[in-house]
């Protein structure tokens, strides 16, 4: 097996796309993110997408490393999915039904 190809896919893909990742918007927002909320991720969007359902959603978190008081990113790591795909799984969460006391149910909540 060819170590630059894995199953049929190119690994060198993101990297040779992003062989500049210090400077990407992505990875820009989740060092700063990490200033105020260390544990938090950052989800990118793209505007110009409207309601398409193969718009790809960046999520990022920022990594550092503590020395001494001082701090430093050294990666940020992250993913990328389908908008359709949080969609799906935002409807499932909220559009159950719910049980409100006095054997009353309700699709409303």
């Given amino acids: 097996m ?8 190119d690994i060198r893909q993101f990297s040779s796309h992003h062989n500049r990742a210090t400077d ?3 990875y820009k927002r989740a060092v ?8 938090s991720f950052v989800y990118s969007v793209p505007h110009d997408v409207a309601h398409q359902n193969d718009t790809l959603i960046t999520a990022s978190h ?3 490393l503590y020395k001494n ?3 430093a990113p ?3 790591v992250g993913f990328q999915f389908l908008q359709s795909a949080l969609f799906n799984r ?9 049980y409100i006391p006095n054997n009353i ?5």
């Fill in 90 to 98: 935002f409807m499932n969460i909220t559009s159950y039904k719910v």
């Fill in 105 to 109: 149910y309700s699709d409303n909540l």
């Fill in 69 to 71: 008081e001082r701090k």
């Fill in 74 to 76: 050294v990666a940020v």
């Fill in 2 to 9: 060819n170590l630059i190809e894995q199953n049929g896919v």
């Fill in 32 to 39: 700063e993110q990490h200033m105020s909320q260390p544990e």
């Fill in 24 to 26: 990407e918007l992505w």
């Fill in 62 to 64: 920022a990594l550092f």
